[in-house]
């Protein structure tokens, strides 16, 4: 039962933060490059996706450039990876 609670509250704080990014009160920079521990298993296309003007296409393209994964999660980047990420969105 601990497990599940945990489980909806990283749910509920991820969809917080999703929220955040679309309304534009936090920066996706922000997010990748100091993760907070709710998006640790976040894949990273959908914190971009969230993200307004980034939809499905212009994501893919941005994944593929920077040779990510869109199955790749904020944890498993390389510091290669999040870095050409974070130049590439602006930061």
Do not use: F, H, W
């Amino acid at each position: 039962m601990e497990a599940l609670r945990r489980a909806n509250d990283i749910r509920s704080e991820r969809a917080r933060l999703k929220e955040a990014l679309r309304n534009g009160d936090v920066a996706i920079a922000t997010v990748l490059s100091d993760p907070p521990p709710c998006v640790a298993t976040a894949k990273v296309l959908d914190l971009i996706l969230a993200v307004p003007k980034y939809g499905r296409v212009k994501a893919n393209k941005l994944l593929e450039r920077c040779r990510v994964s869109s199955s790749k999660t904020v944890n498993g980047l390389t510091p290669r990876q999040r870095k050409e990420l974070l130049e590439l969105l602006g930061a």
